[in-house]
C-alpha cells in the first residue's frame, strides 16, 4: 500500500522560503511522477508541479518561477521550496504522485498539511 | 491558464443521477483525453474517481462515471447515495495540470 506523508513547518514568515518534505512508503519513488497541490482554506485545488525521478520538472507557470521541487531517491522522499511567500500562499499543501502516462491524475495523496504565512 | 468552469453547487435525492460538469477550453479539455475527477470530504484529501476521461481506478464504484464532448467533460453519478455528499474537482493535462472550481453535491 502506498502511502506519502508530508512534513515541515506550520508557520512561515512573508518573504521567507516555504520547505516542505513528503516521504513515499509502500512503493519506489523511481519510475513514478511525484506532484505537490495546494488548497487555500474554502478553496479549490492549485497544482504546483511535478518532478520526475530522474530530476525532471514541470511547474504551475502562475507561480512565476518561485517553485523548486527535488527528489532524493536515497532517502525516498520529494520537497517542494516555494521562495517569497505571501499571504496568498497560505494553503494546505499536498503530495500526491501522478500517474502513467503523463503524471496528470493523482493517486494516492498525502493527508495534507496547513501552512500559514503570517509575521 | 485559467481554471476549468464548474457549477458551485448541484444538489439531488437518494437514488438519482446527478451530472456536474466541467468546461475548458481547445487548449485543455479539447485539446487531450486526460481530464480527471476527484471526490473530497470535508477535511479529507482528495480521491480519484475517474481518469483519461472514463476510467475508473480499481476499487471506485461504477456509479461513477465520467465523458467528454468537445471542450466539456461530465461526471455521473447514479444511485445517488447520502456518502456522495462532498466537493467534487475536475482537472485536464494541459502540458501542466489545472483543476476546475469544484462542485459542492448535496444529498437532499
Known amino acids: 500500500q502506498v502511502q506519502l506523508q508530508e512534513s515541515g513547518p506550520g508557520l512561515v514568515k512573508p518573504s521567507e522560503t516555504l520547505s516542505l518534505t513528503c516521504t513515499v512508503s509502500?512503493?519506489?519513488?523511481?519510475?513514478?511522477?511525484w506532484s505537490w497541490i495546494r488548497q487555500p482554506p474554502g478553496k479549490g485545488l492549485e497544482w504546483i508541479g511535478q518532478i520526475y525521478y530522474g530530476g525532471s520538472t514541470v511547474y504551475n507557470p502562475s507561480l512565476n518561477g518561485r517553485v523548486t521541487i527535488s527528489v532524493d531517491t536515497s532517502k525516498s522522499l520529494f520537497s517542494l521550496n516555494l521562495n517569497s511567500v505571501t499571504a496568498a500562499d497560505t494553503a494546505v499543501y499536498y503530495c500526491?504522485?501522478?500517474?502513467?502516462?503523463?503524471?496528470?491524475?493523482?493517486?494516492?495523496w498525502g493527508q495534507g498539511t496547513l501552512v500559514t504565512v503570517s509575521s | 491558464q485559467s481554471a476549468l468552469t464548474q457549477p458551485a453547487s448541484v444538489s439531488g435525492s437518494p437514488g438519482q443521477a446527478i451530472t456536474i460538469s466541467c468546461t475548458g477550453t481547445s487548449s485543455d479539455i479539447g485539446a487531450y483525453n486526460y481530464v480527471s475527477w476527484y471526490q473530497q470530504h470535508p477535511g479529507k484529501a482528495p480521491k480519484v474517481l475517474i481518469y483519461d476521461v472514463s476510467s475508473r481506478p480499481s476499487g471506485i464504484s461504477n456509479r461513477f462515471s465520467g465523458s467528454k464532448s468537445g471542450n466539456t467533460a461530465s461526471l455521473t453519478i447514479s444511485g445517488l447515495q447520502a456518502e456522495d455528499e462532498a466537493y467534487y474537482y475536475c482537472?485536464?493535462?494541459?502540458?501542466?495540470?489545472?483543476f476546475g472550481g469544484g462542485t459542492k453535491l448535496t444529498v437532499l
Open positions: 509502500g512503493a519506489s519513488i523511481t519510475n513514478n511522477y
Open positions: 500526491a504522485r501522478g500517474n502513467w502516462p503523463l503524471g496528470d491524475w493523482f493517486d494516492p
Open positions: 482537472s485536464s493535462y494541459t502540458g501542466t495540470v489545472i
